[in-house]
C-alpha cells in the first residue's frame, strides 16, 4: 500500500502563513484526487480543499475561499497546502487524503491517509 506522510504543521501567529506538505510513497499517486482535511477538538473532519488527479480543478471550502491553495506536483508525488491569513479557529490536526473515485467533501470516498499534523494559530 501506499503512504501519505504530512509535514509543516507548527505554532504561528494569527495572520501568519504556513505550508504543507504531504509526500507520498509506496506508489504514484498521480491519477488520484487528493484532499486536505482539518479536525479540531470536539469538532467532525472536515474538508478543506481538493484538488483533481492532474491539478486542473480544486475546491475550497467556503471559509479558506481566498486564504488557502491547494496545489500538487505529481513528478514530486507531493500535494501542498498554501495557508495564508491563519485564524485562531484554523487551529486543527490537518490530514491529507487521496481517492481514485474523484475528489469528495465525504471523509469515507478516500481510501489513504496521512497521519496528520498539527497546526496551531496562536491570537
Known amino acids: 500500500q501506499g503512504q501519505l506522510v504530512e509535514s509543516g504543521g507548527g505554532l504561528v501567529q494569527a495572520g501568519g502563513s504556513l505550508r504543507l506538505s504531504c509526500a507520498a510513497s509506496g506508489r504514484t499517486f498521480s491519477g488520484y484526487a487528493m484532499g486536505w482535511f482539518r479536525q479540531a477538538p470536539g469538532k467532525e473532519r472536515e474538508l478543506v480543499a481538493a484538488?483533481?488527479?492532474?491539478?486542473?480543478?480544486?475546491y475550497y471550502a467556503d471559509s479558506m475561499k481566498g486564504r488557502f491553495t491547494i496545489s500538487r506536483d505529481n513528478a514530486k508525488n507531493t500535494v501542498y497546502l498554501q495557508m495564508n491569513s491563519l485564524k485562531p479557529e484554523d487551529t486543527a490536526v490537518y490530514y491529507c487524503?487521496?481517492?481514485?473515485?474523484?475528489?469528495?467533501?465525504?471523509?469515507?470516498?478516500?481510501?489513504?491517509w496521512g497521519q496528520g499534523t498539527q497546526v496551531t494559530v496562536s491570537s
Open positions: 487524503a487521496a481517492t481514485l473515485g474523484g475528489w469528495s467533501t465525504e471523509v469515507r470516498r478516500y481510501e489513504y
Open positions: 484538488i483533481d488527479w492532474n491539478g486542473g480543478s480544486t
